[in-house]
Structure formats: C-alpha cells, structure tokens
C-alpha cells in the first residue's frame, strides 16, 4: 500500500509539470503570433462591403478599442476541414485623441497627424485637413477666373452639356477694338463709319474664306476674292496715287458680251490692273473685266494664280470666244510686250496690234468693240536703257533700266506718281456682219486698223487736254 501511493504521489508532480510546460508554450506561441502579425489586417477583395461580414470587423474592432488601450480578438470562422484557422487581427494603434489624453508627446506631431501612413489611409483621416487646405485655393481661382472669362449660357442650346459656353471677353475686346478705330479714324481725317464697315467686310470676307463659303467660275474667277480683297488693294493706287479720271464708261453696255481694246505701257502692267478697277468701281453695273493675259503671266509664280482668281484668262481665241458667248465683258491690249516695253522716246505712239484675232473674236461672237485709251501709264517707269544680256539670262521680253531701277534698289520699284486718263470710245458694233466676217481676212485687218487709230486719236487729243504730267 505504501508503494502505490508513493507511486501515485510522485506521478502528480509530473502531471502538473506537464500542464505548467504546455501552458508555457501556448502563451510563447500567442506572444509569437501577435508579433508576427500585420499592423493592418489583410482584406479579402472578394469580401463583402464594409459592415455586411466580418472581414472588416478586426479592423473596426480594433480602431475603436484602441482609445481604451485594449484588443479584442474574434475567434476565425472554421474552414471547410472543421478546424480553426487564425485570423489576422489589426494592432490597436493610438490615435491622435487617445495620445492627448494621456499626456504623451510625439516625437513628430506633423507625421503622427498628418496624411501618410497606411492608418490614416485606411480609415481616411487624413482627408478632411487636405480639403480644408485646397478649398481656399479652388475657390479664389475660380473667382479670377469668373472675373476675367465670364460664363455664358446659350439659351438656344437647350439644358444639355453644352449650353453653357466660355466667352473669353470677346465682346469686351471689340468694344474697345472699335472705339480706338473710331479715335484713330477721326485723326487721320476718315469718317468713322466707313472704317467699321470696311472693317466687318473685312472678318465677313475672312469667314466665308475659312468656311469655303464662296464659288470659282471654270477660268478660275473668284468674284467673292476679287470684290473683298483684290480689288480693295488696287483701290488706294487707282484713287491716290494716279488719281484716274474715267470718261465715257456710259459706251460699255450694261449687260452682255463686250470686248474693250486699250493701248499698253508703262514698264508693269499697271494699265490693266487700273482699267480693270475703273469698269468695276465707275460703272453703274459694277461689271467685272475679264482680262486676256499672255502665256507669261501665268506661268509666273503667284502672279498667275492672282490673275485667274481675279478674272483673267489666256488670250486665245477660244477663251475669249467662250466669255464673249457668255455675256462677260473682255478686255484685250493687242500691243502685248512690245507696247510695254518700248522705250520712253516712244511714248504714246502705239506698236502693231497682231494679226487682228481679238477682231476674229468679237466678229464670231457679235460682241461690240469698245476703243480705250490710257495717258499717264507711260510716265510711272520710264524706260531708258535695256538690259538684254540680263533680259535673255532670265527669259524675259525685256530687262528695262529707269531713272530709279536697279539705282535706287526696292525703291525703284515705287511707280512715280502720274495723272491718269482713261477714256472709253464709242463701240464698234460687229452683230451686223455676222459671225461669217471672221473669216474674211481683209474685213478683219480694216477693222483692226479702225479701232488702232481711234486709240491713237484719241490718245493726242487727252495727251494736249492734259495739264501736266503730275498734275
């Protein structure tokens, strides 16, 4: 008996050394855990949203216990094999209110509060301090930004997203705009309403250029380019400069095919460009001439493309026999390169006038002959020597030297400024002798030879009219 209850005495100190030792390594293996355990718990991304499962409740529980200063641990649901996995559970982390209230100070107050930090990021404190720092900025740009661009609301554009339009001040800018031209104007002695008018033509003409708004005939003529800009640029010489005095503009017709016959000169051909701007701006109709140019305007860079959208057209019968059949009115300088360039011994005394095809055209068309003669081209670059060593190198008719070209260099260029007279004679009906007298090659050159010596007729008569040369 003695034995076995020495036996059994000496077994409960072993048993209980057992539980003492198991107990130890439980609490060793807790201690490991918690330390091995993530400041945030993990989120399942398959998880429900917050509040609705108990994914988030560790961090919840967590947050909420920490201004105690104790943790709160949820035993993890069992998996499918019936056991018990742990789950991680969130740290109980001071917030910046438990700190306070313990009187502890932080090492980095900026940091412990600020809008870093996986904490604060995942509980989101840290967005209210950033809104409240931004919202002044936002609210004072938008308040310069009202000042200086006003919203407009379109109420033609209905409530959608785009009824509402920034206008950048544009009302404002013309306002002022037009007022310093009115100033400015009134200055230089020019009324006021003639500059806005010239100046909303001006931005019409624009417009209609950037929205192709305009049409082009089969020869090129762009009337919308010629009326707003071609023309507009040529109107200062022809006014100014020349000073051109127009007579007998009653003798073009109104309406249909007509042919005008001038002389040429002047080193340029500034006669054209000048008669062109007279039949357009003197006569009642406002009819367009639509000149017939050499083979070397338009193979000229950007002169030839001005010329076509201007009107003109090459001087070839068929051309000319196609504008005439559709009532345009042509205008024809049969001297060519030769009335041109002649020297200024030469002036007003007119060179032969071809073979007589603008007469062969006319007659095929019935349209009348309208004589013109020109005074004052001849004085704008008088010609006094030519360069024809310099004329063949680069292809041209003629390499002219004047009193100020090549001497003066660019300023040569500026034509002198001469009184013009321009003057159309009587015309030359042709309907009568039908379009079988083109044919005729003695009716042709009489014709021919009566329109030349009208022009030069008429060319004395103006030239002992005329006062001076600039005057």
């Known amino acids: 008996m003695a034995s076995t209850s020495g036996a059994k005495a000496s077994k409960k100190p072993t048993a209980r050394k057992g539980a003492l030792a198991a107990g130890a390594a439980r609490a060793s293996g807790e201690r490991a855990k918690r330390r ?7 989120v399942d991304p398959t998880a429900a949203p917050s509040g609705t499962t108990a994914g988030t409740a560790p961090v919840t529980a967590g947050v909420e216990t920490a201004a105690s200063g104790a943790t ?4 993890a649901p069992p998996t499918s094999s019936g056991k018990h996995r742990p789950r991680p ?3 109980a982390v001071p ?11 932080t090492a980095n107050p900026t940091r412990s509060s600020g809008s870093t930090g996986p904490a604060r990021e995942a509980t989101g404190a840290g967005k209210p301090a950033a809104r409240h720092t931004e919202a002044p900025k936002v609210r004072a740009l938008k308040a310069v930004t009202d000042d200086v661009v006003p919203e407009v609301v379109d109420p033609s554009a209905g409530a959608g997203a785009g009824a509402r339009s920034v206008a950048p001040g544009v009302e404002e800018l013309l306002t002022a705009g037009i007022a310093a031209v009115r100033v400015a104007s009134e200055a230089a002695g020019i009324s006021p309403d003639d500059v806005e008018r010239h100046i909303a033509s001006l931005l019409s003409f624009v417009r209609r250029r950037v929205t192709g708004d305009y049409t082009v005939d089969e020869f090129g003529f762009d009337e919308d380019f010629t009326r707003h800009f071609y023309l507009p640029v040529l109107r200062p010489l022809y006014r100014s400069w020349f000073r051109v005095e127009v007579r007998g503009i009653e003798n073009i017709p109104a309406e249909g095919g007509g042919l005008v016959v001038a002389n040429h000169s002047g080193t340029i051909a500034m006669d054209s460009l000048m008669t062109q701007v007279a039949v357009h701006d003197e006569h009642p ?25 201007s009107g003109s057209t090459l001087a070839a019968n068929p051309d000319a026999e196609r504008l005439l059949s559709g009532g345009e009115l ?17 002036r007003y005394k007119l060179q032969r006038f071809g073979r007589g095809g603008f007469v062969s055209a006319a007659l095929r068309t019935g349209a009348p002959i309208i004589p013109c003669s020109i005074v004052g081209a001849e004085e704008i670059y008088p ?5 024809k060593t310099v004329a063949r190198l680069l292809g041209a008719p003629y390499a002219p030297i004047t009193p100020t070209w090549p001497l003066l260099g660019p300023l040569g260029l500026i034509p002198l400024p001469s009184k013009w007279i321009i003057e159309f004679g009587s015309p030359v009906e042709t309907a009568d002798l039908g379009p079988n007298a083109a044919d005729d090659p003695m009716l042709v050159f009489d014709l021919t030879d009566q329109v030349r010596e009208t022009i030069q007729q008429t060319l004395y008569s103006l030239l002992m009219q005329r006062r001076s040369v600039f005057f």
């Open 285 to 309: 109709s406002h009819r367009h001439l639509r000149m017939l140019g050499a083979d070397l305007v338009f193979q000229t860079p950007v002169i030839g493309q001005v010329a076509r959208k």
């Open 383 to 387: 010609i006094i020597g030519n360069m």
């Open 89 to 91: 559970v969130a740290k």
């Open 72 to 75: 709160q641990d949820r035993p």
């Open 330 to 346: 042509c205008g024809v300088w049969p001297e060519g390169f030769k009335g041109v360039g002649k020297p200024f011994s030469e």
């Open 95 to 105: 917030t910046r209110k438990a700190v306070s209230r313990s009187g502890a100070r």
């Open 36 to 42: 091995s355990t993530p400041l945030i718990a993990a």
